[in-house]
């Protein structure tokens, strides 16, 4: 089996067609991760593949993730899941997403402490 070249380069993509980004590799070229497009990709940010880049693409990903859960869980009384199971897991999202941001903060936090103070204030 060939070994599979290292990326250099973490690139994020900006989709015209849903208005959001994805973050891909230089081997993987341009992909929309929403609408699933794959041309007329504008690229907005090339950066040296690093920790600190794939950190950075994880919680923009995991920020996104509970907006959309928050948003979810706020959504109006009669479109609300009939079914107690369904509303346990919609909720049981929610928190683990919360979770998963706040692991996140603490990961970069002991990364870089001046950038965890300036999110204090």
């Keep these: 089996m060939p070994k599979r070249k290292m990326p250099r380069w973490m690139i994020t993509y900006f989709c015209p067609r849903c208005s959001m980004d994805s973050g891909r590799t230089e081997l993987d070229g341009p992909y929309c991760f929403f609408c699933q ?62 979770d998963l941001q706040k692991s996140l903060e603490k990961i970069a936090a002991k990364a870089d402490p001046k950038r965890a103070k300036k999110r204090q204030l």
């Design 37 to 98: 497009r794959t041309d007329g990709l504008t690229e907005l940010k090339r950066e040296p593949m690093s920790p600190e880049a794939v950190f950075e693409r994880i919680k923009r990903s995991a920020d996104r993730m509970v907006d959309n859960l928050r948003k979810a869980h706020g959504i109006a009384e009669e479109d609300w899941p009939k079914n107690e199971k369904e509303e346990m897991m919609l909720l049981e999202a929610l928190a683990k997403g919360q």
